[in-house]
């Protein structure tokens, strides 16, 4: 069995109030296990709350063993990291995997600027864990005890990671931060940087890229997937952002025919009711159309399968 839980699904900064109390307003973190084995995606601001939660409960089985897989490091999705209570713990293992994001710095000089006294008031040579670093690329991994990991480069302004965890049968899959792939050379014309060549390679290469994000998730039991944008807000003026729109996430989801897409990566300035009434419409729009099943990503929620 896969037991996913959220802790945290906002984009960009977090966003505590009244208005996000009910899908939540702390920043990317995902905890899935696989039987006893535990795996983190992203360490945004929500994992303060897992690591409680760890120390409540997996601490009495003896000594942790985790492994962090960090889709990109912006900051949103790191940020958390110095308040994840078991990176003090002595005896604890740590294994945090992600990829080369920025220039010559490597994986743990980027994560360990954050613990340097300009930031924060331990640094990372002070910490009681064993930390090791995986700088990663595409890849397929075997895991070890029947869990496969597959990695897919994503469309985003810096080197960011799609992940499947595959187990028992089962398959999960985080897209996100993901815009789809488009031509970046003019189509028109009368253009004066117009080039018919250029043009035709653009839109070939797009249309490769969006297929292999399409077979990266294909007949997945869960996809959880960048929705920060409407169709219309992400055409209006956010192109280029490296987010997607619901409808591209919920068309992509179909084509790709999978069972369930959990919408994720909230705007702050999305609030409950407007994001209740979102998972309203576009329910009603595909009801009927497609075995599909879409949810709106809740901090605090837990999905197996």
């Not at 990317?28 to 995606?41: A, K, Q, T, Y």
């Not at 997996?58 to 889709?71: A, E, S, V």
């Not at 010559?104 to 090791?132: C, F, H, M």
């Not at 209740?276 to 009927?288: C, V």
């Amino acid at each position: 069995m896969i037991k996913m839980s959220i802790w945290g699904d906002r984009g960009s900064i977090p966003c505590p109030g009244p208005d996000t109390v009910e899908y939540g307003g702390n920043t990317s973190c995902l905890e899935l296990r696989f039987g006893d084995r535990l795996v983190v995606v992203d360490a945004g601001s929500g994992i303060r709350q897992l690591g409680d939660h760890i120390m409540k409960t997996d601490i009495k089985r003896g000594p942790l063993d985790i492994d962090i897989f960090l889709t990109h490091t912006h900051w949103d999705h790191i940020m958390g990291f110095p308040m994840f209570t078991p990176i003090y713990v002595p005896g604890t293992k740590l294994r945090v995997h992600g990829p080369v994001t920025y220039e010559e710095d490597t994986l743990d000089k980027i994560i360990g600027n954050q613990l340097s006294y300009r930031y924060w008031p331990v640094r990372q040579s002070e910490l009681a864990a064993k930390i090791e670093y995986d700088q990663m690329k595409e890849a397929t991994l075997d895991m070890g005890n029947g869990l496969v990991l597959k990695t897919k480069y994503l469309n985003h302004p810096i080197l960011c990671l799609g992940y499947r965890f595959e187990f028992e049968g089962k398959s999960v899959v985080t897209i996100y931060d993901h815009e789809p792939f488009r031509n970046v050379f003019p189509t028109d014309p009368a253009d004066p940087d117009y080039d018919a060549d250029a043009a035709l390679e653009g839109e070939t290469a797009a249309r490769e890229e969006n297929e292999k994000i399409l077979r990266f998730m294909a007949g997945a039991d869960l996809v959880v997937h960048d929705t920060q944008y409407t169709a219309k807000e992400y055409n209006l003026n956010k192109i280029g952002w490296g987010h997607s729109s619901f409808e591209y996430a919920i068309n992509a989801a179909h084509k790709a025919k999978v069972k369930k897409l959990l919408m994720f990566h909230h705007d702050i300035n999305r609030t409950d009711a407007e994001l209740t009434e979102l998972e309203r419409k576009y329910r009603a729009d595909i009801g009927g159309k497609t075995s599909l099943e879409i949810q709106m990503a809740k901090e605090g929620s837990t999905h197996e399968l």
